[in-house]
Structures are given as structure tokens and as C-alpha cells.
């Protein structure tokens, strides 16, 4: 007996509205799975505090109005009310760390179970597969690079819930005369309509009131003239030019800031290197009312996430690896050396995908902030309670709303520092815009995590920063594994791309371009 049908409404957030054709009493369509509930974001929010049996948190930082009582610190001397950190090297039953097995075999997996079930909360034991399939093939040139350029979808096996489709969208640019398998960075980008975009897509979180907990307001990450507001990476358009499009001109070497030189795709093409923009929002949508659809809907059965669940930083993660696995089957691909970048939100996701997937090689973490590099006992910027609220929640672990109420950011087990170490041995790059302009992400607080991975690096026998004095502007410490650098730019990745890719030279080669083919003698 015919199915019924699923008719499907795309709308503007990339979520999508189920509307099943009623099938008459008695027949087997009666059996089909219920809807995904709908919840929005403040009703889901209300429903882990209820799990926690917590009724109220502590208000978010302010970053907009300097004279509010909740006022986001700027103060070097009130930054720190909680200084020591918890030690990446001294295991729960108190015993040090000496030998790189004990980090591997006992220590290591003790911090991902904290990461886990109170940060950024747990990926479900049995995933569903997903297969790739390339949709177009298409020639074309960057500067004077012949490219060859790939859209690909990953479909998600959706048999066990039909209600919710997943497809994630991958593009890939190799240079076409590459005469060996080209490194490839992963380049986290917005909404599943386009990568960034003229005005960076959009309005980020809106103006959802007052900062109460990081409720989407001014003030909020995701607040107009914060972290992701307006012009400063939100939601997707299809024009290129936004933080985290395809196309970002300036910054190259020589380029400057908008200088004309190349810009970082193509010094990564003249240098043997291909790079991929893989949509996050295709894989889950980047709010609280989407979480019973996209990749964490779809596992869960359209139902609400339990506290421990994971949340979107771990799904774009996810994705992310989802996306290597694609590239390990692409003869044109080195899979021995994909590196990861995303700013902000997704500067935020390339660490979590880095420390969790051993096969990624490097990051470019840039201007990550709370819920990525930055310390979270530190009180600058954003806070713990700002990324717990209604505007953010979505990004972590139900579980992590504890810190923000009942308990505060000292009674957290692990710290930022120990997410950077959990990418160990491999290299990271951190980066952050200057004070004025990029306050919010709290550069040093970064700075700080970097160089709290250090002895993890040096135990595993590699290099720390060498410092744990915070550096002048635009001094780059990259003669270690783990690297840091301040731009003198605002809250934006350009600037530090051509350090990146100076210090990403060290670890990954790309293969030789072939010259290109000369033109008929007898041409007209």
C-alpha cells in the first residue's frame, strides 16, 4: 500500500515544517512515526532547567552598555576571580601525569567524559551512516590557478525516522594541476542557503531583549554589534564576502587588509593546497528551537535532548568529521593532512572537532571566545551565564546550565585549556582581533588556554608557546605546536590567515603545480 506523503516547507532558518497527508482510519499509514515536537527556544530552555531542578540563572554579561550593572568586565585586575585551573596533568585519584601512555591510557579519557557530559554533551553511541555523492564537476580559475571544484551532499540514513531529512553540503576546490594529492582545510560556514555573505549574513541572534543570560539581545554573541551580530557572521546569504564565505578578499601575503594582494584561497592553491566550505547548518540548525531536528532531531527521533545529550558545537563537529571521511575517499585528497578553521561560533566548533577527532592535522581556532579557547573562569567578555541562556543554550550540553546557576564557573571540572590540550600533539593556531573591537572574545583569556596546554604539548614531546606572558599586538608566538597571535583588526579572521598558513608550512606540504600547458603555436 502507497506511503503517505511527506510534504516538506523549507523556511527562512533552515528549519522545516512536516505536514503528513492524512491517511484514513485502519490503514498502514496509521504506523508512521509522530512529528518532531515543536518547542521554541525559551519552551526547551525552561524544560532543562526543570531536569536540573534549577529556577533561575545568573545574568549574562552586557557588552553594549558600559554603565549597566551587568556591565561586561574589562578589567585586567578583576579577570581572574578564580585563578587556578584544574591541572590537565593530575588525574582524579591525585596522581601526576608523567609518561605520555598514562596521558593516553588514563587522563586523557578522564577529561573527555567531563567534556562530555557537562560541556558539550555526549554523541549517541550507534550514528546513523551517511553517504556522499558528488551533485556537479566544474573547471574554473582562481588568479591564474586552474581549479577543479566539487558541491557534494552527505546524505544521513534516515530509515529509523523518516520524519527528518539531513543532507550536509560540502563544496571542494582543489588546484586541477596539482601533480600529487592536495592538503585541504575545512572551512566552517553558515546556513544551508550560502557560505557568509555580503553583510555576514544576516542579523546573527536579532534583538531579542535585554543580555539576561545570553537571550540574544544587545550584548549577547549573537546580539546586534557583538559577537556574531550584524555583519559579523550570522545566519547564511548566497554573496560571497562574509567572515566565513568562500571568497575573502584581502589579507593575503602582501594583501594587507583589503590590499589587493592574494587572498588566503589563493595562496593555499599557488601552494599545492585545496580547502572545502562545509555548511553547518545543513547539519544543525544554530538555535534551541531546531534541536528536535537536523542531526540531533533526527538520532532522537524528532524528541527533546536528555542533559547530557550533545549540542550544536558537537554536531557541527560531527559533521565536520563526516566530512573527512568524504575526503579519505578522494584520490586528489592528502586525508593525511586536512586541517580545520572557523571563526567565532565556529572558531568555537573547530576546536571541539579538533580535540575530538585525532585525524584532523591542524586548526585555525580564530576568536573563538566562551564555549571555545577562552577560559571559562575567566570574567571578561562573555561569560559562562551568557552562553546559558536562551540565546546559546543550544550550543552545549543541557548539563551546562548548572554553571550558571546553582553552581558557578570554579565548580566546572575541566577549563578551555584542557580542550586545547586534548588536540595534543597535533598543531593549533589561536587567534583573536584587538580589544577594541574583538573585547568580547577575550583574547588573553585565550591566550591563557594556550598556554595551560602547554606541559600536555611538552609530555607528548612537543613545543609550548614559550611564554605565559601575554604578547604585544601582532606578535606571533608560533615556535611551538600550540601558537597564538593578536590582529590589530576587529572581530574578523583575515588578518591572521597568512600567519596561519606560515605556520601551518611547517607541518603540511602541498604538492608542486604543473606549469601550465602552452598555447598551439598555430593559434590565430
Known sequence: ?????????????????FAPVAAPSGRAEDSLPPPPARLTA????????GLLNITSLRNGANGMNPLATNAANTDESKANPFPNLPDPLTLKDGRKVTTAALWWEQRRPEIVEDFDREIYGRVPARMSSVT????????GVSGNIPILTKTLVGHVDNSAYTNITVDIALTLTLPANATGPSPVM?????????????????????????ARGGRGGPGDTNGLGATNGFGRGGFGGGAPGGTNAPIRRGGGFGGGFGGGGPDWHQTALSNGWGYASLSTGSIQADNGAGLTEGIIGLV?????????????????????????????????????????????????????????????AIAYVSSSGEGGAKLHRRNWGELVENVAGTGEYHWMAGNFLKYAGPLTWNDLPVDSHELVALCAPRPVFISSGSTNGDSWVDAKGMFLAAAGAGPVYKLLGKKDMGTAEFPPMETPLMDGEVAFRQHSGGHTDIPNWPTFLQFASRYIQGPALAPPKAANAGAP
Not at 503517505?4 to 532558518?13: K, P, Q, Y
Not at 525559551?42 to 532547567?49: F, P, T, V
Not at 556522499?132 to 566544474?138: L, M, P, R
Not at 558537537?314 to 565536520?320: E, F, I, K, V, Y
Open 132 to 139: 556522499w555523492k558528488a551533485t556537479s564537476t566544474n573547471n
Open 300 to 360: 532522537n527521533k524528532g524528541q527533546p535532548r536528555k542533559v547530557d545529550d550533545w549540542g550544536v558545537l558537537r554536531a557541527w563537529a560531527w559533521g565536520a568529521s563526516r566530512a573527512l571521511d568524504y575526503l579519505e575517499t578522494d584520490q586528489a585528497v592528502n586525508a593525511k593532512a586536512v586541517g580545520l578553521e572557523g571563526h567565532s561560533r565556529w572558531g568555537k566548533a573547530t576546536l571541539v572537532a579538533m580535540a575530538y577527532d585525532p585525524r584532523f
Open 1 to 17: 500500500m502507497r506511503a503517505a506523503t511527506i510534504h516538506t516547507i523549507s523556511c527562512s532558518l533552515g528549519l522545516a515544517l
Open 186 to 210: 575545512i572551512v566552517f560556514g553558515a546556513g544551508g542557503g550560502g557560505f557568509g555573505g555580503a553583510f555576514g549574513g544576516g542579523f546573527g541572534g536579532g534583538l531579542g531583549g535585554p
Open 42 to 49: 525559551e519552551q526547551d530552555h525552561q524544560r532543562i532547567m
